[in-house]
């Protein structure tokens, strides 16, 4: 169980914690304050990653793939890590509204999808 923030109670699970969103988030029963992992602290996180993946992407073509992608996920395992259970929390005033599906959206999401893609496959053919 994790902290609330606002009451100091711990009421949040961890469950709650990695589920929370700006659309969902965590909502303590105690106060019945809303709460999500703090985005400034996972902004930080993600540019320490960037920082420690420089390295990696330097040493990639001379390191095995295996090493590199045992790295990557390592990386992103950390991360996780920090953020669902040493981040703090963020309070939130209300819940945002969810997102609508628009055509933007599916389009947005398709070419990310693609450009995710694009990662593994520079990696496997170096293209
Ligand atoms: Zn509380």
């Known amino acids: 169980m994790f902290t609330c923030p606002n009451c ?25 304050g809303l709460f999500i992992v703090s985005r400034g602290a996972v ?3 993600l540019a320490v990653a960037e920082l420690a993946a420089v390295p990696l992407l330097v040493a990639g073509p001379t390191i095995p793939f295996v090493a590199f992608v045992s790295l990557v996920v390592l990386l992103g395992v950390l991360g996780c890590a920090y953020s669902f259970g040493f981040a703090p929390m963020e309070q939130l005033a209300h819940a ?12 947005l999401v398709a070419m990310g999808l693609v450009a995710l893609c694009l990662i593994p496959a520079y990696a496997i053919f170096r293209l």
């Open 43 to 45: 902004l930080g996180a």
């Open 96 to 107: 945002e509204p969810e997102p609508k599906w628009t055509a933007t959206t599916y389009v």
């Open 8 to 32: 100091h109670s711990k009421t949040i699970s961890l469950r709650a914690k990695m589920s929370a969103s700006i659309f969902r988030p965590a909502r303590c029963p105690s106060c019945g």
